[in-house]
């Protein structure tokens, strides 16, 4: 009776490890519903989307003589104390998913950098190489910042990212 009795609970634990596992169904039914959100979202049409991207690329201010792609965001830190934010960044990544951008700040830690993820409202994750209180400090790292970093930048320009 013990061995039926064991048997059968072995046969229901395997039977319910074996539902549990993920299929290539799995994986494309979260695709499909990824990719009707995404279109849903960009319901603007090409014209109006270029022409709000060459706005966020015209935020300029001049810090210490310089012009400079200066944005205010309102951004939350990611996996890190929130001590490290500071009120001005330097943005070398932007990023959809949390897993790019976490991939890359680790990759800037591991090459000694005080690298950081934020996110904003819009679900937009940045990389952050390196924190400042001033933008004065910011400008200046900006400007080195391709000697600074040793790998590849995947942003077109890196820009300076300011808290409220």
């Not at 395997?14 to 849903?40: F, G, I, M, P, W």
């Not at 979202?41 to 109006?48: G, M, Q, Y």
Request: hydrophobic share 40%; with cysteine; aromatic share 10%.
């Amino acid at each position: 009776m013990k061995r039926v009795f064991i048997y059968t609970l072995a046969a229901c634990l395997a039977t319910l490890l074996y539902s549990c596992r993920t299929s290539e169904a799995n994986y494309r039914a979260a695709y499909d519903v990824t990719a009707q959100h995404v279109k849903a979202r960009e319901a603007v049409d090409s014209a109006t989307y270029d022409r709000i991207r060459a706005e966020k690329r015209q935020a300029t201010a001049v810090v210490a003589g310089d012009s400079v792609r200066l944005v205010t965001h309102r951004v939350n830190i990611v996996d890190d104390p929130v001590s490290t934010l500071k009120r001005y960044g330097v943005v070398v990544g932007e990023y959809k998913q949390a897993f790019n951008a976490r991939s890359f700040r680790d990759r800037l830690k591991n090459e000694g950098k005080p690298a950081y993820v934020v996110i904003n409202a819009e679900k937009t994750y940045y990389v952050i190489v390196h924190g400042f209180d001033t933008s004065a400090e910011a400008a200046a790292y900006l400007k080195r910042v391709d000697k600074e970093v040793k790998m590849r930048i995947p942003i077109e320009q890196p820009w300076i990212l300011a808290r409220p």
